[in-house]
Structure formats: structure tokens, C-alpha cells
């Protein structure tokens, strides 16, 4: 069956660096989506994604945040200067079009920032 | 604000009971609404989605929709401990690609 995959699963970085999560999405959908867990807390959207654009984002997705497709099959989540409370798991989600509104997760990125 | 509360727990559910876990929303709006299984440290893993009021089953799970309550509920069946997990409501608010909005989650133990 196919899956969301996610790379790396871990990742650890200094306050101030730039990190790039990647995602490879399920090939046949359309709809992109970056959403992160804080330790203890709920699941936050941050970025949908469709047709190379943004579709929606949040309010935690400041200036500070960007995404892309850079080819057919990866999906990136670009923080350019990292801050402790970025700390927390990312995950990437994808839905096909149609009638399924069902949104598959991948398995997260840890990101630490120290 | 369009928030999606869910009772923390924890909930403890002898083996082979019945495990039930309630959600409401506040957007009345709200069209899709969706449960997922969460282990510690792990992905949100899709177990339910519903659509329409009334009662959806797979398997040991039955999912509950009350549109008019804006509540949506969860059934487990002879619960098992591979179901201790953190469940978590998704709401969609709209027929569509829209964001998810989430659920605190309910910590369900299923005691042997």
C-alpha cells in the first residue's frame, strides 16, 4: 500500500539554522499539507499546498517558513532561522482529489533545535 | 475560532469491553470529521472518517456523527491492549482539501 514517507526522522539543529524537511507524498495525490506537534500538544496545520502554490496557511507559518516542490515527487518544509520553540514533530500529509477527503500522514520529523 | 474538543483522559477500558470516545466542534458548518490513532512518538494514523449523521462501522469501530449536536463519537468493540493509543478528532470544515483542525486527542488504556 502505498505511504507518505519522510526524511530525516530526526533531525538536530542549532538556534539560527536553516533545515529542510522533506517529504515524498503518495504518487497519485494532489493536495499537499505540513502539520506539526509540539510535545504534549495537539496536531497544528501549518501549509497546504496544491498545483505549486499555497493554498492555505496558518499563522505560525511566518516569513520564517516556506515550502516547495521542487520536482514531481518531494514536498519541502524550509525553516530559514530555526528558534527553540520550533522544536517539535513535523508531518506531512497528502490527499488525492476526488471524493476522498481522507488525509494520509507520514511518520514525522523530529526536529530538536538546541 | 474553530476548536474541536475532545476529554483528555486518560480513559481505562477492561479487555474485550467496550471503549467510547466523544468530540464536539464548534463550527456548525463543519462537514468532514475524521478519527485518528496516535502511539507515543509515532504518526496520526487514520482509522474513520464520516460524512453524514448517523452511524458508520468497520470492523470493531463504529464512528458516530450528530450534526445538529455537533458531536462525533467513537466506538471500540472488544477492545484489545494493541488499542492503547491517543485518539484524536479531525474536523474538516468543509466538503473539501481544507485544513484539519484537531482534537487534543483522548489516552485510551485498555487494562488486560
Known amino acids: 500500500e502505498p505511504e507518505v514517507t519522510q526524511t530525516p526522522s530526526h533531525q538536530v539543529t542549532q538556534m539560527g539554522q536553516e533545515v529542510i524537511l522533506r517529504c515524498v507524498p503518495i504518487s497519485n495525490h494532489l493536495y499537499f499539507y505540513w502539520y506539526r506537534q509540539i510535545l504534549g500538544q495537539k496536531v497544528e496545520f501549518l501549509v497546504s499546498f496544491y498545483n505549486n502554490e499555497i493554498s492555505e496557511k496558518s499563522e505560525i507559518f511566518d516569513d520564517q517558513f516556506s515550502v516547495e516542490r521542487p520536482d514531481g515527487s518531494n514536498f519541502t518544509l524550509k525553516i530559514r532561522s530555526t528558534k527553540l520553540e520550533d522544536s517539535a514533530m513535523y508531518f506531512c500529509?497528502?490527499?488525492?482529489?476526488?471524493?476522498?477527503?481522507?488525509?494520509?500522514f507520514g511518520p514525522g520529523t523530529r526536529l530538536t533545535v538546541t | 475560532q474553530k476548536e474541536v474538543e475532545q476529554n483528555s483522559g486518560p480513559l481505562s477500558v477492561p479487555e474485550g469491553a467496550i471503549a467510547s470516545l466523544n468530540c464536539t466542534y464548534s463550527?456548525?458548518?463543519?462537514?468532514?470529521f475524521f478519527w485518528y490513532r496516535q502511539y507515543s512518538g509515532k504518526s496520526p494514523e487514520l482509522i474513520m472518517s464520516i460524512y453524514s449523521n448517523g452511524d458508520k462501522e468497520d470492523g470493531r469501530f463504529t464512528a458516530q456523527l450528530n450534526k445538529a449536536s455537533q458531536y462525533v463519537s467513537l466506538l471500540i468493540r472488544d477492545s484489545q491492549p494493541s488499542d492503547s493509543a491517543t485518539y484524536l478528532c479531525a474536523v474538516n470544515h468543509s466538503f473539501g482539501n481544507e485544513k484539519l483542525t484537531f482534537g487534543t486527542g483522548t489516552r485510551l488504556t485498555i487494562i488486560p
Open positions: 500529509a497528502s490527499i488525492t482529489s476526488g471524493a476522498s477527503y481522507e488525509q494520509y
Open positions: 463550527d456548525r458548518g463543519s462537514q468532514s
